[in-house]
T-cell receptor, first 115, second 114 residues
Framework: GAGVSQSPRYKVAKRGQDVALRCDPI?????LFWYQQALGQGPEFLTY????????KSGLPSDRFFAERPEGSVSTLKIQRTQQEDSAVYLC?????????????FGQGTRLTVV | AQSVTQLDSQVPVFEEAPVELRCNYS??????LFWYVQYPNQGLQLLLK??????LVKGINGFEAEFNKSQTSFHLRKPSVHISDTAEYFC????????????FGAGTTVTVRA
């Protein structure tokens, strides 16, 4: 597709359930990012991939959060044993450049609600 | 580490009036600066960016921003807004050493009224 695609758009999970959020970046984009946007806040950095290598995961809030990009294209953000504080919009972005984040293209996000 | 403060959470404005959205950042080093816009039900879209050079930056849709190093500010302006400018606007910074990582402000919701 022409842009960054995320699925599902909406996800409701019961507390304690595991979830997997998918991101399809723009074809050929080297860099991929995940951000978390809580209600009324700006996005916060979670993790960064360059191709299949996860170069920075310093923003992941706990060891329940795990991201992968095994073939350097599609990425999955997995959250284990979801908690209410995990409710947020999860944004994926991709960029054609390596470490120079001069323009990142964002998907529409996945809205996760933990009940 | 950088922090970004957007001083106004909500800005109502009449159509064809000017608008200014304020952004201040705190950083001890040089930064890259960005403004993103999020229209309803859409992803974040880059409006403009400052990397170096001229402090007045022009972006898409008639927006411009001015980098002021002494005041650590990067305010966004548009001389005449349209109904279609109704959206949420985010200021963001990154540092050249970690330039893949954006730190965002909390956002400013602009509502344009006829």
């Amino acid at each position: 597709g022409a842009g960054v695609s995320q699925s599902p758009r909406y996800k409701v999970a019961k507390r304690g359930q595991d979830v997997a959020l998918r991101c399809d970046p723009i074809s050929g984009h080297v860099s991929l990012f995940w951000y978390q946007q809580a209600l009324g806040q700006g996005p916060e950095f979670l993790t960064y991939f360059q191709n299949e290598a996860q170069l920075d995961k310093s923003g992941l809030p706990s060891d329940r959060f795990f991201a992968e990009r095994p073939e350097g294209s599609v990425s999955t953000l997995k959250i284990q044993r979801t908690q209410q504080e995990d409710s947020a919009v999860y944004l994926c972005a991709s960029s054609s450049m390596g470490r120079t984040n001069t323009e990142a293209f964002f998907g529409q996000g996945t809205r996760l609600t933990v009940v | 580490a950088q922090s970004v403060t957007q001083l106004d959470s909500q800005v109502p404005v009449f159509e064809e009036a000017p608008v200014e959205l304020r952004c201040n950042y705190s950083s001890s080093v040089s930064v890259y600066l960005f403004w993103y816009v999020q229209y309803p039900n859409q992803g974040l879209q880059l409006l403009l960016k400052y990397l170096s050079g001229s402090t007045l930056v022009k972006g898409i849709n008639g927006f411009e921003a001015e980098f002021n190093k002494s005041q650590t500010s990067f305010h966004l302006r548009k001389p005449s807004v349209h109904i279609s400018d109704t959206a949420e606007y985010f200021c963001a910074v990154s540092e050249p050493g970690d330039d893949y990582k954006l730190s965002f402000g909390a956002g400013t919701t602009v509502t344009v009224r006829a």
